[in-house]
């Protein structure tokens, strides 16, 4: 080609580029397909907190993205635990790190680690202890046996139950595997942390803590593993902002090594159905990373301010009283509980909740001491009497950590507009 010709079409491309922006500027941008509203789902502002039946969290944006980015890739699974699990391991000061589908999965797994070793022969054998040779029992205090230990049923073992220091050394045998540490309950139980570490270490037993839902404080992530717990649990779909079907198991080099030959991708274990995509696995890490790293004061003030408005919003109608609490334990968040008169505002907590609820926008908020799931028909989870009791009490608690921005001002105004409401005559 002469270069006349070639300069002539180099002259061209502004044009032509110019044509194609303004063709894309003319096209009408596609519409993202909405399935909640598609389907008719309720989705609603959560003042209640992190709690699974509601979703647990909305994820990071970085999660988000790094969940959208990863699943265009194929990778060996099994790569990709390894990988994640020795920079987890470095950011919680473990031995070693995996991550689960939950903190329930992590308990099973953990425990399954721990009864087969790298015996293949016993992981095949899993739940079916008799004649194996495997240990079969889990021992923790009364106070601590709750309703998640069901996770350790799922390997064969029972859990036995102990109250004091004695107990647990009568209780302890040749079929002892673990004992268990539930810290939401620690106040609870005569044995505290760092005793329970020490008789595991006396005994020879490894030592394990449910933290699920206990960050923050961000310290916590690291706190037990440095006290000597062998193995601790915790869910990622919290406050740390990951996949609500992902947990992380840390602790012990060899239980953890253990621990994930009995999960997947291998396809002969209990634990097969505890599936954790690279999307997931890859999530999680981005959002511990990122929580780890996040500027806790800052996020904390916020909560701070949040709550105070709401409060402020409320505090001043007749018959109304506001307290704000920061729990021990568990999530350990500003917490503003809102109570009245109910000569003067003429109007029960569940009946609140339920304004709130179907009300729009739908808010979700807690009462009593208990999250909504335990008043729904059906549950089984409470004593019915209890139930029935908390149903009648004149309060709600609301909580601030899984607010989205502004959404603070919205909870506000219609928490003030249903009890303003029926706080006035007749």
Same mark, same amino acid.
């Given at each position: ?6 300069? &002539? ?12 922006? /303004? ?5 009408? %941008? ?80 953990? %425990?399954? +680690?721990?009864?087969? +070793? ?6 095949? /054998? ?22 998640? $230990?069901?996770?350790?049923? $799922? ?6 139950? =102990? ?6 050394? &009568?209780? =302890? ?16 139980? /005569? ?52 996949? /609500? ?15 994930? %030959? ?70 350990? #968040? ?12 003429? %109007? #029960? ?5 339920? &304004?709130?609820?179907? +009300? ?17 028909? +059906? ?48």
């Amino acid at each position: 080609m002469k270069r006349r010709k070639i300069l &002539k079409s180099l002259s061209t491309l502004p044009f032509l580029g110019s044509l194609s922006m /303004q063709s894309a500027a003319a096209a009408p %941008l596609k519409k993202k397909r909405d399935v909640i509203e598609e389907l008719g789902i309720r989705s609603f502002i959560n003042a209640a907190g992190t709690l699974t039946y509601m979703s647990g969290c909305i994820m990071d944006e970085e999660v988000v993205e790094t969940i959208e980015n990863t699943s265009r890739h194929f990778c060996m699974i099994d790569e990709v635990q390894d990988k994640v699990g020795e920079k987890i391991a470095k950011l919680v000061h473990s031995e070693a790190a995996m991550v689960s589908c939950g903190a329930f999965s992590a308990m099973t797994l953990g %425990l399954a +680690g721990i009864l087969t +070793g790298l015996d293949i022969k016993k992981v095949e /054998q899993l739940p079916h202890l008799e004649g194996t040779g495997m240990k079969s029992e889990v021992i923790c205090q009364k106070s601590h046996n709750e309703r998640y $230990n069901h996770a350790f049923l $799922n390997t064969g073992c029972r859990v036995i139950e =102990v109250e004091t220091v004695e107990d647990v050394r &009568k209780a =302890v045998s040749e079929k002892t595997a673990l004992l268990h540490f539930l810290n939401i309950e620690a106040s609870h139980g /005569q044995i505290k942390h760092e005793e329970w570490v020490a008789l595991g270490k006396e005994l020879k037993i490894a030592t394990s803590i449910d933290i699920a839902a206990d960050v923050p404080p961000v310290s916590n992530l690291w706190k037990f593993n440095d006290m000597g717990f062998d193995l601790v649990f915790i869910s990622g779909g919290k406050a740390m902002r990951g996949p /609500q079907s992902a947990g992380i198991l840390m602790g012990r080099k060899d239980i953890i090594a253990a621990a994930r %030959l009995n999960a997947p991708p291998r396809g002969f274990t209990i634990a097969r159905g505890h599936k954790v995509n690279k999307e997931e696995i890859l999530g999680m890490y981005v959002a511990l990373d990122k929580f780890i790293s996040g500027d806790h004061d800052k996020e904390w003030k916020g909560w701070e301010a949040s709550i105070a408005h709401i409060e402020n919003a409320v505090k001043n109608i007749d018959g109304i009283t506001t307290k704000v609490i920061v729990p021990e334990l568990g999530n350990i #968040t500003p917490t503003l509980t809102i109570s009245w008169d109910d000569s003067i505002v003429k %109007l #029960t907590g569940k009946e609140l909740r339920d &304004k709130l609820r179907y +009300g729009n926008p739908s808010i979700e908020a807690s009462f009593a001491g208990l999250p909504l799931y335990h008043y729904q028909a +059906g549950s089984d989870s409470v004593d019915p009497a209890l139930v029935e009791t908390l149903k009648g009490e004149n309060l709600i608690r609301v909580t601030a950590w899984m607010l989205q921005p502004g959404e603070e001002k919205i909870v506000a105004k219609r928490i003030k507009e249903e009890l303003s409401s029926a706080s006035k005559p007749g």
